[in-house]
């Protein structure tokens, strides 16, 4: 029986990408920054269309289909807040929120001026790591402290 099964996928080898992803999960992934300056303050924006008592994170977005997810963190900043930012160490991957996974690198500052998007930004702020706003979202304050689990 396992020769037959291993002789019918090899014959099926064009079509093998097909079939995997008819039987497999599709996930949409959220990438999210720990942007740094040079003085170790971290960039935090407050989302316009995050809920209310919540709306202070990390800059972050969704991936697009065949984006390299580190060139989705430098796109997503450069959107929401003008500045430029080079993706550093890979500091969180996730997944259980339904088909939604979760990736977050650091992020060093590399130039820019600071201008949030007013669609999606209502305010942007540099913070110390000690100063986070009271109404961050939960899984940003590991982040900002260097914890890879939240």
Known sequence: MRRLVTR??????????????????????GVTGVV????????????RMW???RQ?????????????FRGTLVREVKEETGL???AGALVLLTSGLRTRLEVAYEARLLGGELRPDPFEILEARWCR?????EEIQPVCRPLVRGETTP
Request: net charge positive; glycine share 10%.
């Open 84 to 86: 430029d930012v080079e």
């Open 129 to 133: 790591p000690d100063e986070l706003p």
């Open 56 to 68: 202070w994170g990390l800059p972050s977005g969704f991936a697009r289909k065949g984006e390299d």
């Open 8 to 29: 019918v996928w090899r014959a099926l080898r064009p079509l093998q990408s097909r079939i995997m992803w008819c039987l497999n999960a599709k996930f949409v992934v």
């Open 51 to 53: 809920p209310p008592g």
């Open 36 to 47: 740094r300056d040079g003085e170790g303050r971290v960039l935090l924006l407050r989302h």
